[in-house]
């Protein structure tokens, strides 16, 4: 084997997104080991610094040591057991993953369904949720930012239709909007929410941080039989990186270094200011589109910032424009999944990746190759529109 | 918070141990995508350098995206159908971790048990697994490397008592032995072994490397219900590693570069040359202890080479010696655990961290603080007597 040096690319796909050189640089460090009192102190600035992110006073706010996906299971995992109703709104891909691990946690599952690209209807979760006439709902759990269409779902209006079910619990993926939208974990009442290191917080993949309300602290307290996960228990983890300090698992100690400096990043920058950055670059992305001719997935106010769906053009080769970008520009893109591929390009602006240049660079390209392509552009002003958007005078 | 300096330390504890440089270096590479058409070449270098370090030609030769505890769940909870009984040899904090995992899986468990800093007696496993007389266990686990104590178990001995169960498959944790002893997945016939990366490979902690015999992934195949873990379900996440390359979760991008460059590291090293250097600083380590007058936990057939289990001396107390390695050398080590704790120290010689240089500077560190403590040592030559082991002639 050769020493590996990885190509130039500009990663605005589904996740990772680039990581800050800082962060980089972080993970490079040298070890210590997980029980020193100079990684305790890492690990309490950690906490510390995701309740911030997360909008939260929970104290049981951590990472835990897999990607987004072991968050999910850790949520469903700990809260689950076997029996209990949980409802699930599915818009897409890891609206599909929850329900898929609710039946393996032996949940008995009431999938709450709306198109894909599309929210939902707070008349329809209600109805839904109505259905259970004795024993309301364990849990609903929704997708804040479903990575896999770009949609953004409204967490006031998910916490409204919840006035009338007072005892279920409120179950959130922010796997794509943690530190690019507002997510107001305590604002919402949300219970248990867990996200992703790769995204909106430009740290490399590998941890998953989670904060879970004390109502729900008290119901994992009050499960009857183990957590079906020794890994994922939290009874367990929480007294590694609580007070206690007892042993569980060894800690990914580099990953940790990482999220410590995305999170001292997102400190540097405000986190009003870093939501209104991903802004700002949603809708200079979405003016140069649609000065192409091209159309979004989603309407406007169900889009997300952080991960831009824009519909693939008829007579057009979804393979062709995405190896064209990647091979030529350096550009990393995302395809659609399950009933949108070949349909939509997904283009993540996130964290690191959510830039002005990247725009820039992005519409430039994409417009070039649809050029050669021969698609007939509605104009060839994508980045002057971009840079409209921006407010540039010229 | 301020920038994060970790301090200067030596890692002789049970792990993590120190990174190679160059391991370090690779983990603050640019990232790319998890399905980048380079990335995708990375995953093949990784499988095919996994296979030479586990010795075996099994297909199905991944990591697992979490520490060594995934790992160990990845195992039991792909193999496990409620209901099936599984036989847990412990002897140690790891093998009651599986014992553990087992019913949390829905497992009958059987268990065998030996002393703590002791190995199997082979007629106490065949009589166990007698006990069942019309279904076999499906499973027989065992702790190669025992973390906890520094017990080895030979992997030869268990598979000859397992001749007379040949129904029954062969699960390994080889945690803190995969890179520093050899293993032999093949010749022993394990089918299914898991292992850490921040043990004898050197790595940082975060991902648990993986392997399974034809024979186990046609158990997995032969399942009837879906493996109650989606993170960790085989059956995806092959498809990911494997010619599919369909998209499960996000890999730890960086780690598994990191991964790479430590196989490589591996590599240029050789196998047998690794494993030879691991029990030369072992013996050098033995020597100087038994030269103060200290003694071994573990009789010196079953003594693993890369966790080395010293009896804490009457009258010394376990907590200010640790305290002063750290504080006054950098050094650290480990303590004992549950019925050992307060009674063993675990000194890790693993990777990059077995080196003579390291033994060295820990036996006359552990001689100034023993002596300083008033702790009458046998003799004030261990380091002279770790270099005559070496075969050092002044």
């Known amino acids: 084997m050769r020493e590996f040096h990885p ?7 589904p996740g990772p997104s680039d990581a800050d050189p800082r962060v980089l640089t972080a993970l490079s460090a040298q ?9 305790l102190k890492v690990m309490d600035d950690i906490q510390t610094s995701l309740r911030s992110v997360f909008q939260t006073q929970n104290r049981l706010t951590i990472p835990i040591s897999g990607t987004g996906s072991a968050g999910m299971e850790a949520a469903f995992v700990n809260l689950i057991e076997p029996g209990d109703t ?7 891909v890891f609206g599909e993953r929850m329900a898929d691990i609710v039946t393996r946690c032996g949940g008995v599952l009431l999938r709450i369904d709306a ?29 804040h930012a479903e990575t896999s269409t770009g949609v953004l779902t409204p967490l006031s209006m998910i916490r409204e239709v919840l006035s009338d079910f007072p005892d279920t619990l409120l179950l959130v993926d922010c796997v794509t909007s943690l530190g690019g939208h507002a997510v107001g974990i305590d604002a919402h009442r949300v219970d248990f929410a867990y996200s992703g290191t790769q995204k909106c917080l430009s740290c490399p993949p590998g941890l998953s941080p989670i904060t879970v309300s004390p109502r729900a602290v008290e119901a994992l307290r009050k499960r009857k039989e183990k957590v079906r996960s020794w890994y994922l228990d939290l009874s ?3 007294k590694y990186w609580g007070d206690d300090r007892t042993y569980h698992h060894t800690a990914p100690i580099s990953m940790n270094y990482a999220l410590r400096e995305a999170l001292r990043l997102i400190e540097e920058e405000g986190l009003e200011k870093r939501w209104d950055r991903h802004r700002r670059n949603h809708l200079a992305f979405v003016a140069g589109i649609e000065a ?6 989603v309407k406007s106010e169900n889009r997300l910032w952080s991960l831009n769906t824009v519909r693939i053009p008829e007579g057009v080769s979804d393979a062709k424009v995405r190896a064209s970008l990647l091979q030529e520009f350096g550009i990393e893109i995302g395809g659609g999944l399950g009933p949108l591929k070949g349909k939509i390009w997904r283009v993540g602006l996130m964290g690191y990746s959510s830039h002005r240049n990247n725009v820039l660079l ?19 002003g ?9 407010g540039a005078c010229c």
């Not at 949980?86 to 897409?92: I, K, L, R, S, T």
């Not at 192409?292 to 997935?297: D, H, I, R, S, T």
């Not at 992005?362 to 060839?380: P, T, V």
């Open 236 to 238: 367990m983890v929480e």
């Open 115 to 143: 198109e894909w690209g599309q929210s939902f209807d707070p008349g329809a979760i209600r109805k839904a949720l109505k259905v259970l006439k004795t024993v309301p709902a364990k849990i609903l759990a929704v997708v």
């Open 31 to 39: 070890l210590i080991g997980h029980l020193d009192p100079e990684f």
């Open 86 to 92: 949980v409802a699930v709104c599915v818009n897409g």
């Open 382 to 390: 994508a980045v002057d529109s971009a840079e409209k958007a921006y």
């Open 362 to 380: 992005f519409l430039n390209a994409l417009e070039q190759i649809l050029c050669r392509e021969g698609f007939r552009l509605k104009s060839g």
């Open 292 to 297: 192409m001719g091209l159309e979004m997935l």
């Open 7 to 13: 190509p130039r690319r500009i990663l605005l796909g």
